[in-house]
């Protein structure tokens, strides 16, 4: 069954390259967008045909909606994929593409929308009866009501953006004394990053793991989970280390934050993939957000439920129903992702963009490579460090971490710092090991090159 005729992927990277896979198994032809810099990318290779869509920043490229939707038109694509990133949350851009007849790989515009304020979207949360952390309902008004909240919430405390993502403009407060700055510095980043000055307040947990669920449902009413993630290991907030399943989960936790990922879903009419993540500390869980795309982690939730993501999302936009229920979905074996960005690790993630002179990709059972990088190929600066997601199945955990280890050592990546010696480190680390790891496991645990 062909669902459509042509897709255009909106992205770039290994991203791009993943989307183009799983269309051209569905016998789908691809359109690539690319900007000046990436003229020789491997995505651009990749896809059927491809169109230049403008200069290197992003602004000018892959963020150019109206150009996009263009190209999109021009070259006969019927539905356009985001990928993550860059307009995959952007719910005027689902909208722009509903108004000129291109289906939107995705969820509706309006769910996207709705999950787009973290605000929001702990409002719905707490609603339909899903634990939330405490927080100031409506965002910070005045420094004496924040002050108040904060008092009873109890320290510390975080700011958040409530439009933010990737991390950013967040801070950590530990007292009274440090509230009024965090609050001017979090609105002042907020308004610039993401047009929307508005922050809030929520109860700051100090060594919580983060713990999300994949979610899946059609536009008929079908919803299921693919399990659960543990994406603890981070830099700057940032995920660097992600696996499924999460192990320390128990069959009846698994039960209560699946049910409530369900409900997150149906509460907000949520279809086609998304994710809802949430974090845990002492037996206790709280939903955090949910992620309206296709995440980098959605590998390993493929890895060890045999589910392609992405030729379930292209499903679910054509109008199919899901072809599974939630028994015919079952977990085999333990998976883990890491995620090899061009960066020095030494040098507090220190972005090293160039050249790659020297290039060998692993290989052999269970390893799993999704990377948009060659010999020769240069990292280009203004876009994400992310170059390569290394991931490995095992029967076993332990099984999955002794892949990853034999695979990191036959990854040879030459001419830009990375990511990878530090991934070596971490998966002969015992706490790692024994499953041992909380959102401040990079800081804590020192863990070095070797
Ligand atoms: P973003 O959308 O910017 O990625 P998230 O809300 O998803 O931000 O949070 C990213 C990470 O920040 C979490 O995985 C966690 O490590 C940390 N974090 C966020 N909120 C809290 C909190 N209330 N307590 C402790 N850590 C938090």
Not at 254 to 272: C, D, F, P, Q, W
Not at 355 to 374: A, N, Q
């Amino acid at each position: 069954m062909t669902y459509f005729e042509r897709v255009l992927v909106a992205n770039r990277g290994e991203i791009a390259i993943r989307v183009m896979r799983a269309c051209r198994e569905m016998g789908i032809e691809t359109v690539a967008i690319y900007s000046e810099p990436d003229k020789h990318s491997l995505h651009v290779k990749y896809a059927d045909e491809s169109f230049l869509v403008g200069e290197a920043h992003p602004s000018k490229s892959y963020l150019n909606q109206e150009r996009i939707i263009d190209i999109a038109k021009k070259s006969g694509a019927e539905a356009i994929h985001p990928g993550y990133g860059f307009l995959a949350e952007n719910s005027g851009f689902a909208h722009r593409c509903d108004e000129e007849g291109l289906t939107f790989i995705g969820p509706s515009w309006k769910s996207i929308e709705a999950m787009g304020s973290k605000l929001g979207s702990k409002h719905m949360m707490e609603e339909a009866g899903v634990p939330v952390l405490p927080y100031t309902p409506d965002g910070v008004t005045t420094l004496d009501e924040a002050k108040r909240i904060s008092a009873d919430i109890g320290y510390p405390v975080i700011v958040k953006a409530s439009a933010g993502g990737g991390g950013i403009g967040m801070q950590i407060v530990e007292d009274e004394a440090g509230l009024e700055e965090a609050i001017e510095k979090g609105m002042r980043i907020a308004a610039s990053a993401f047009g929307d000055s508005t922050v809030f307040i929520e109860k700051y947990l100090v060594k919580p793991r983060h713990i999300e669920f994949q979610v899946l449902a059609d536009q008929h009413g079908n919803r299921v989970h693919l399990y659960d993630r543990e994406c603890s290991i981070q830099r700057r907030h940032q995920k660097l280390v992600e696996e499924a399943p999460c192990p320390i989960m128990t069959d009846e936790l698994r039960e209560r934050m699946a049910e409530s990922a369900l409900k997150v879903t149906e509460a907000s009419g949520y279809y086609n993939a998304g994710t809802v993540e949430f974090l845990y500390a002492n037996g206790e869980y709280y939903f955090m957000e949910m992620n309206t795309r296709l995440q980098v982690e959605h590998t390993v939730t493929e890895m060890v439920t045999g589910i392609d993501l992405v030729r379930q999302q292209i499903a679910v936009a054509a109008g199919e129903e899901l072809s599974f229920a939630q028994d015919d979905i079952t977990l085999n074996g333990h998976a883990i992702e890491c995620r090899i960005n061009a960066e020095d690790p030494l040098n507090n993630f220190q972005a090293d963009p160039g050249k790659i002179v020297r290039y060998r990709s692993p290989g052999g059972p269970g390893i799993r490579v999704d990377s948009g990088i060659h010999m020769g190929y240069s990292i280009p600066p203004m876009y994400d460090s992310m170059i390569s997601k290394l991931c490995g199945w095992g029967r076993t955990r332990t099984e999955s971490i002794e892949r990853m280890r034999r695979a990191i050592f036959e990854y040879v990546i030459l001419g830009v710092k990375t990511t990878l010696p530090l991934h070596h480190a971490i998966m002969n680390n015992r706490h790692f090991i024994a499953g041992d790891t909380h959102t401040h496991f990079l800081q804590e645990e020192h863990v070095k090159e070797n």
